[in-house]
C-alpha cells in the first residue's frame, strides 16, 4: 500500500470558538475528508502553542516529534 500523506498547518477560526465542538467539527471534517484521499495525516502544530497541542490530543492524534525548523532572519 502506498503512503500517501497530507500535513494540517493551521485553521483559523474566531477566538470565540476555540476549545468547543465547532473546532472539533471543523477538524473531524478536515480529517475525514482527507481521508478519502490519504492514508496519513500529519498536524503541524507549534512547540508552545499548547492550546492546539491540547485540540489535537482531543482527536486521539499521539505527539510524534518536536522538529526545530531554520528561521530566517532579515
Known amino acids: 500500500v502506498k503512503k500517501q500523506l497530507i500535513i494540517i498547518g493551521y ?3 474566531s477566538r470565540e470558538y476555540w476549545g468547543t465542538v465547532y473546532n472539533r467539527n471543523l477538524k473531524d471534517l ?3 475528508y ?3 484521499f490519504v492514508n496519513i ?3 503541524h502544530v507549534g512547540e508552545t502553542n499548547y492550546r492546539s497541542q491540547k485540540a489535537v490530543e482531543k482527536l486521539g492524534v499521539p ?3 518536536v ?3 531554520p528561521t530566517k532572519t532579515l
Do not use: D, E, G, P
Request: net charge positive; aromatic share 16%.
Open 11 to 13: 485553521t483559523f477560526i
Open 30 to 32: 478536515m480529517t475525514n
Open 34 to 36: 482527507a481521508f478519502q
Open 41 to 43: 495525516i500529519h498536524f
Open 63 to 65: 505527539k510524534v516529534s
Open 67 to 69: 522538529r526545530h525548523l
